[in-house]
């Protein structure tokens, strides 16, 4: 069975970090891309950052130079380190792993944690 489980979220003031880990099970965890997702009320879910089997990240515009996404393979566990947060980065955030090896793909959620960036 697999499970990916989010830890880390909470409510933070603006300027503040917080770090996400997303423990996984049930899956070769270093064949896996790991991303993290996030999703705010009324809006729709959108990519925050990727890192690929291979350790390359990605990032959306809106966090790049304030988020840091790695992985741990020998841990099963990704993180996401975010830095210098706006009360726009408020959301839910997800934790995804992906593998596709042609015709075959695998794409799993975690639950979802909510981060909260207020004064």
């Known amino acids: 069975q697999v499970q990916l489980v989010e830890s880390g979220g909470g409510l933070v003031q603006p300027g503040g970090s917080l770090r996400l880990s997303c423990s996984a099970s049930?899956?070769?965890?270093?064949?896996?891309?790991m991303g993290w997702y996030r999703q705010a009320p009324g809006k729709q879910r959108e990519l925050v950052a990727a890192?690929?089997?291979?350790?390359?990240?990605n990032y959306a515009d809106s966090v790049k130079g304030r988020f840091t996404i790695s992985r741990d393979n020998d841990k099963n566990t990704a993180y996401l380190q975010m830095n210098y947060l706006k009360p726009e980065d408020t959301a839910v955030y997800y934790c995804?792993?992906?593998?596709?090896?042609?015709?075959?793909?695998?794409?799993?959620w975690g639950q979802g944690t909510q981060v909260t960036v207020s004064s």
């Open positions: 049930g899956i070769t965890f270093s064949m896996y891309t």
């Open positions: 995804n792993a992906q593998f596709i090896k042609n015709p075959t793909g695998y794409n799993y």
């Open positions: 890192i690929t089997s291979g350790g390359s990240p």
